[in-house]
């Protein structure tokens, strides 16, 4: 079932001879549940793309449909709810609000609905991330690898239509960045939670159902690797 579908994606930073063209007509779709790495040099559009899959900054041109949604015909504020209940954003840097403990930041999405939280829901959550005896310490108390699993819990509480992640770990060392794709990948495949990452590691990049190169702003490759 396809989840999301973009066409003809492109973002101009700039007019006139200071144009710079991050994405180029930009085109692929993507089924539930698939696993999906984007690569590609730096300023090669990559994060520019993240971006505009997560409803964080408008395309020049192009539409991007989540779960049927055309997502760029929704006002502001329909696409900040939409962004909250439907896409879960995974950054380098961890993001967490300093003044709120760790079940505070996980579910501050929900909070900001002034939607019920299920506690069933939430203490899976915490015993899969691995936080559950850290629920009340604020993240300055935590280690990188702690408080990049509390973000991804932030990003999954509302079980998106998809999640996407831009480097996640891009600030940790190798031991903490296996474990945090591991809990990435297990999502995947256990919850069929879909995943779009953007990696410089070629090893994460192996981990995916599917590679998307990207070169100059355009796909330069989308290959299945399984």
């Known amino acids: 079932m396809e989840i999301l579908r973009v066409e003809n994606l492109t973002k101009v930073y700039g007019k006139g001879d200071t144009a710079v063209t991050a994405l180029d007509g930009v085109s692929f779709t993507v089924n539930k549940g698939e696993f999906i790495a984007v690569i590609g040099?730096?300023?090669?559009?990559?994060?520019?793309?993240?971006?505009?899959?997560?409803?964080?900054?408008?395309?020049?041109?192009?539409?991007?449909?989540?779960?049927?949604?055309?997502?760029?015909?929704?006002?502001?504020?329909?696409?900040?709810?939409?962004?909250?209940?439907?896409?879960?954003?995974?950054?380098?840097?961890?993001?967490?609000?300093?003044?709120?403990?760790?079940?505070?930041?996980?579910?501050?999405?929900?909070?900001?609905?002034?939607?019920?939280?299920?506690?069933?829901?939430?203490?899976?959550?915490?015993?899969?991330?691995?936080?559950?005896?850290?629920?009340?310490?604020?993240?300055?108390?935590?280690?990188?690898?702690?408080?990049?699993?509390?973000?991804?819990?932030?990003?999954?509480?509302?079980?998106?239509?998809?999640?996407?992640?831009?480097?996640?770990?891009?600030?940790?060392?190798?031991k903490n960045s296996e474990e945090i794709i591991s809990l990435l990948k297990l999502y995947n495949k256990k919850y069929n939670q879909t995943l779009i990452l953007i990696t410089h590691d070629e090893k994460i990049a192996l981990q995916a159902d599917r590679i998307i190169s990207i070169e100059d702003g355009k796909i330069a490759k989308d290959e299945v690797i399984r």
């Open 41 to 174: 040099p730096s300023g090669s559009g990559k994060s520019t793309l993240l971006h505009m899959l997560g409803g964080v900054d408008r395309p020049t041109s192009g539409k991007v449909f989540i779960d049927g949604t055309d997502i760029y015909q929704l006002d502001e504020s329909k696409l900040a709810i939409f962004r909250r209940r439907h896409i879960g954003l995974i950054y380098q840097f961890y993001n967490l609000i300093p003044v709120l403990n760790v079940e505070e930041n996980i579910t501050l999405p929900l909070l900001l609905d002034n939607r019920t939280v299920d506690q069933q829901t939430l203490n899976e959550l915490l015993t899969v991330l691995g936080v559950k005896d850290r629920v009340s310490h604020l993240p300055n108390q935590l280690s990188g690898g702690q408080q990049q699993r509390v973000s991804i819990g932030r990003a999954l509480v509302n079980n998106p239509a998809i999640v996407l992640a831009d480097e996640p770990t891009g600030n940790l060392d190798s």
